[in-house]
Each structure stands twice: as structure tokens, then as C-alpha cells.
């Protein structure tokens, strides 16, 4: 349990440069910034490695701007307004821009339905 902690808290450092971070529950401890990272979608607990994974779809997409207004693709993921309402992304807000980041991940995760994140390591590729 406690190596676990620890795993945890090591992994919230090395991301906390990352955009992740302002949308999670934050709490100080000395001069470090913990976050804790507990996502559930469909009983299923989306990782640390999950999120930075999407995190570099959104920065090949929008230059992580999760506020991002397109002509047809909403969001820091770039999620296409049709698939946003298709996908059930209107439960959480009208439009993918709108919805806070962990929410377009949840989403995100629908439309790849099981398929594995988009590898974006080392050059940006459609999604």
C-alpha cells in the first residue's frame, strides 16, 4: 500500500507541469504539488499513462487548449461535434469545449471503443 502511495505520488510530480493538473483535486505538501489522479468510466479506473497518453493527442490536436472552438472539431481532442452528441458527450455538456478535459477523455475512450490511444510519439497523426 504504501509503495503504491508513493508510486502515485511520484507520478503526480513528474505530471504536474502537465495540463492534468488543473483539473484535479490539488493539495500542497512543502514545495511540491501532489494531485491525485482517481477517474472512473464504466467501473474502469482511467490511469496516469492513460491521461498523459490523451494529453499528447491533445497537444497534436489543439495545443492542449481543452477550450478549443473549431468549424468542426471541439475540444482539446479535437472530437467532431457529430460524434461529441453520437457518443453521449451532451451528458456532460452541449459542446466537447464546454465539458471539462477528464470528460472528453471519457468520450475519446468511446469512439475507439475498446482500440488502443493513438500512438503520438514523436509525430502528430489524426486520430
Not at 44 to 61: G, L, M, Q
Request: charged letters at 15%; one cysteine or more; a positive charge.
Amino acid at each position: 500500500m504504501r509503495a503504491k502511495i508513493l508510486v502515485l505520488i511520484l507520478l503526480a510530480y513528474l505530471f504536474a507541469g502537465m495540463v492534468i493538473g488543473s483539473i484535479f483535486h490539488v493539495t500542497t505538501k512543502t514545495k511540491y504539488v501532489v494531485r491525485t489522479v482517481v477517474i472512473t468510466v464504466n467501473n474502469d479506473t482511467i490511469s496516469p499513462e492513460v491521461i498523459a497518453a490523451w494529453n499528447k493527442v491533445a497537444w497534436c490536436e489543439t495545443h492542449s487548449d481543452w477550450k478549443h472552438k473549431g468549424y468542426l472539431y471541439e475540444g482539446g481532442l479535437g472530437i467532431l461535434a457529430y460524434n461529441w452528441k453520437y457518443y453521449g458527450g451532451t451528458q456532460y455538456a452541449p459542446h466537447a469545449w464546454l465539458a471539462s478535459p477528464v470528460d472528453q477523455i471519457k468520450i475519446a475512450m468511446r469512439i475507439q471503443n475498446g482500440l488502443p490511444i493513438p500512438d503520438q510519439n514523436g509525430t502528430c497523426t489524426a486520430w
